[in-house]
């Protein structure tokens, strides 16, 4: 008998937080400047100052900033898709696809509003068979 139990889901990015069946982004603020990122730093990136970072969930709504419609790519990732600089709600910037959307410039007006969605991974696993789970950003309906 082998063992059909389903692998864990396992996060693409180091700040994708996996609570039960609902994923988030954790952000990081700083309490002394206000700034906002989701990496984790030893001191905050806007002023240096240590001890002041806190993690937080981050909003999933936020506006279009900038993209780059990929048209080549390495063998096995299908072209085109969007590649997007996304300015959350809140202040925190982030990078991922904007799917769903024409991969044409009229269909992306800058200031669009998104969300982020969560999803695999483009069907990539670890080498335990585990699904990766990752952010993408949609337009908000």
């Known amino acids: 008998m082998t063992d059909t139990a389903p692998q864990p889901l396992r996060p693409a990015q180091p700040y994708i937080r996996l609570d ?3 994923p988030y982004v ?21 002023c240096g100052g240590r001890d002041t970072v ?3 969930r981050a909003p999933t709504t936020g506006r279009l900033h900038a993209y ?10 299908p072209v085109p898709f969007v590649s997007a600089i996304v300015d959350l709600d809140d202040g925190l910037t982030l990078k991922g ?7 044409e410039p009229d269909a ?3 200031g669009m509003p998104v969300r ?8 990539r696993t670890d080498k335990d068979g585990a699904s990766y789970v990752a952010f993408f950003f949609e337009p908000a309906a």
């Open 20 to 22: 039960g069946d609902t």
């Open 26 to 46: 954790e952000g990081r603020l700083c309490s002394a400047c206000g700034a906002r990122t989701a990496a984790v730093h030893l001191a905050c990136p806007g």
């Open 54 to 56: 806190q993690s937080y």
């Open 68 to 77: 780059s419609i990929v048209r080549r790519s390495y063998p096995g990732v």
């Open 97 to 103: 696809n904007l799917i769903n959307v024409a991969p």
């Open 108 to 110: 992306l007006p800058v």
């Open 116 to 123: 982020m969605v969560f999803g695999d991974a483009m069907g």
